[in-house]
T-cell receptor, first 112, second 108 residues
Framework: DTEVTQTPKHLVMGMTNKKSLKCEQHMGHRAMYWYKQKAKKPPELMFVYSYEKLSINESVPSRFSPECPNSSLLNLHLHALQPEDSALYLC???????????FGPGTRLTVT | GQNIDQPTEMTATEGAIVQINCTYQTSGFNGLFWYQQHAGEAPTFLSYNVLDGLEEKGRFSSFLSRSKGYSYLLLKELQMKDSASYLCAVVGDYKLSFGAGTTVTVRA
């Protein structure tokens, strides 16, 4: 299994809503990542988890809250988002931090 | 921090060869990746270089010179499906950063 899965594929939420993005991998990878990608821009790193511990937080606003319940799962909890947070949110995993990353298909988020 | 430069756009004809250059400046270099991304899809891994030299994988090859902070991705026998954005990504101090990407358009 060389797949990273993400749910949902699409999400529309209001600025007062609370929602969560989910990511799962069964490759035994010990590092997992969240990226944000706006149209025609490269992915921007948000968070890195290594061995289920938060390793990197790229000064992301607190309205984004990551969670790593176990080595296969990574969540991104969303609360009080702004319209400018609308983007493609990509999850990735790698054997170790710094190794080649495999990306999930992404969740396209629209904040209204 | 990291500074990664690659051309914005390139156009080539089906069956031709295209070379996408990438220059970078980083601390604690741990490796360089090339990813392909079709519009609306996630990036997919193409190649990885950590030592100087050429890595070949079918129609795609990637080259690295660490002393020059330089890499290129070579796409041979271009096909229409190769039209995509190609992202150079550098690992510095174990953190991956992407260049802005090069949009390659393949014309018949």
């Amino acid at each position: 299994d060389t797949e990273v899965t993400q749910t949902p594929k699409h999400l529309v939420m209001g600025m007062t809503n609370k929602k969560s993005l989910k990511c799962e991998q069964h490759m035994g990878h010990r590092a997992m990542y969240w990226y944000k990608q706006k149209a025609k821009k490269p992915p921007e790193l948000m968070f890195v988890y290594s061995y289920e511990k938060l390793s990197i937080n790229e000064s992301v606003p607190s309205r984004f809250s990551p969670e790593c319940p176990n080595s296969s799962l990574l969540n991104l909890h969303l609360h009080a988002l702004q319209p400018e947070d609308s983007a493609l949110y990509l999850c990735a995993s790698s054997q170790e931090e710094g190794a080649e990353q495999y990306f999930g298909p992404g969740t396209r988020l629209t904040v209204t | 921090g990291q500074n990664i430069d690659q051309p914005t756009e390139m156009t080539a004809t089906e069956g031709a060869i295209v070379q996408i250059n990438c220059t970078y400046q980083t601390s604690g270099f741990n490796g360089l990746f090339w990813y392909q991304q079709h519009a609306g899809e996630a990036p997919t891994f193409l190649s990885y270089n950590v030592l100087d030299g050429l890595e070949e994988k079918g129609r795609f090859s990637s080259f690295l010179s660490r002393s020059k902070g330089y890499s290129y991705l070579l796409l041979k026998e271009l096909q229409m499906k190769d039209s995509a954005s190609y992202l150079c990504a550098v690992v510095g101090d174990y953190k991956l950063s992407f260049g802005a990407g090069t949009t390659v358009t393949v014309r018949a």
